[in-house]
């Protein structure tokens, strides 16, 4: 039981869906109390992530609490995303690519990768997920604005666009709870990299 409030910073964030069963965001346990409290909340997968305990009723003197599950879906209008492309973020394409370069397949950490677009920008190229991949810079600088079949580099993988289930995943990793990777890698794509890492 979460007893300090250490213990409540290391509660893990919450997986908001909307009605439909979409995932939505992540949001703060904090987040997901004020949700319960609204009575938004209208299905819940899995057990119980913390029980949080409020007052006294002062009519009947019970005490109040509330479960909060790892993942739950809330009521409201079903919108459609204007795009279905998630947001392009060195964080996420680092993920993406399993935090290696995806020229000489060096693993490193956020800070030593840089973003290369396969196709340069200035040779017509766009910055968007599927031109764009994870690059040590001794890769990305001997690239420079070449094309690949300029230089005596190959990719190790093709890009690809991550769906948002995938998305999701990838800006929280290394933080996601067993059910809510089982629940988000259900929509991942056939070309996802994500549930081999």
Not at 42 to 61: A, F, M, N, Q, Y
Not at 94 to 102: A, E, I, Q, T
Not at 150 to 155: A, G, K, Q, R
Request: glycine share 8%.
């Amino acid at each position: 039981m979460l007893s300090t409030l250490s213990d409540f910073e290391r509660v893990p964030r919450i997986l908001r869906l909307n009605i439909a069963g979409q995932p939505v965001e992540w949001v703060a346990w904090q987040d997901a109390v004020c949700l319960y409290a609204r009575d938004l909340v209208v299905w819940t997968v899995g057990d119980p992530l913390i029980t949080i305990r409020g007052g006294h009723s002062k009519h009947t003197g019970e005490a109040s609490s509330q479960d909060i599950h790892s993942i739950i879906a809330c009521d409201g209008r079903v919108v459609a995303r204007p795009s279905q492309t998630p947001p392009l973020t060195n964080l996420a394409l680092f993920k993406r690519d399993g935090n290696m370069c995806l020229y000489c397949g060096k693993q490193l950490g956020d800070s030593n990768l840089t973003r290369d677009h396969v196709v340069p920008v200035s040779r017509g190229g766009g910055n968007q997920w599927d031109n764009v991949v994870a690059s040590c810079r001794r890769c990305n600088h001997f690239k420079g604005s070449r094309l690949l079949e300029d230089t005596s580099l190959e990719l190790l993988a093709l890009p690809y666009v991550p769906n948002y289930s995938e998305y999701l995943a990838l800006i929280n990793s290394g933080r996601i709870l067993g059910d809510q990777m089982a629940f988000l890698s259900k929509s991942f794509g056939s070309n996802s990299r994500l549930s081999s890492h």
